[in-house]
């Protein structure tokens, strides 16, 4: 199933899962309308049922003068394994689907084009993420990224050189912990600078890193 490309990651994302929602039309008023994202279903339910006091993520709400959160919403922030695992959602055919580092390190060794949307719970449960999440970006607990090429170029270098036994604190540093490099080829030590080098731009970019961390796992 392909759905129009305007339609939201979240109504991608529970349409995939869940079904289509069982739409009611335009509201009559803003405050009859999702909090959310403004539009109506046949189930409304009021805000202070379904997030706490302590909640803080209104940046993606488009509709503050709503009162009720419609199902589809509810399920994005009832869902517990959108909080707690990474996820993909794609708008052509839907889909959503949970991605472990295998499935995360194939969508990232290109570019996240504009038909795909990436959840990604750096710290599981702390935040809701899917309500956040962008077509084109990977969205993680406090950002959303976009994935370029170059980006998963990087993806591959990282993956090679936890291939000779650089442990992910090590990949931190700003140059190879001679204990392991003194393992590898000395024929493959330029290469092995040279990657270390290429890491540089993510070492300055903590949840580009930590993303390329999990998806090379």
């Not at 052509?92 to 290109?110: E, G």
Request: aromatic letters at 8%; hydrophobic letters at 40%.
């Amino acid at each position: 199933m392909t759905i129009a490309a305007p339609v939201d990651v979240v109504w991608a994302a529970y349409t995939a899962a869940v079904g289509i929602p069982d739409v009611a039309g335009a509201p009559d008023t803003r405050a009859a309308g999702c909090a959310r994202c403004g539009h109506t279903t046949a189930a409304m339910s009021p805000v202070g049922q379904v997030i706490s006091r302590r909640f803080t993520g209104y940046e993606s709400w488009t509709n503050l003068a709503g009162r009720s959160l419609c199902q589809v919403c509810v399920w994005a922030y009832r869902h517990r394994s959108l909080r707690t695992d990474a996820h993909i959602v794609t708008r052509d055919p839907v889909t959503l689907t949970p991605a472990n580092p295998a499935l995360l390190h194939q969508v990232f060794s290109t570019s996240v084009g504009t038909d795909t949307a990436v959840i990604a719970p750096l710290r599981p449960g702390r935040k809701h993420l899917l309500p956040d999440a962008r077509w084109g970006t990977v969205t993680v607990d406090d950002t959303s990224l976009t994935w370029s090429a170059a980006d998963a170029h990087r993806l591959a270098v990282l993956r090679r050189l936890r291939a000779h036994g650089f442990a992910e604190t090590m990949l931190r540093d700003d140059t190879p912990a001679y204990p392991v490099l003194s393992r590898v080829d000395a024929d493959q030590w330029p290469q092995v600078f040279d990657d270390w080098h290429h890491l540089a731009p993510w070492r300055q970019a903590t949840p580009w890193f930590e993303v390329g961390l999990r998806a090379s796992r």
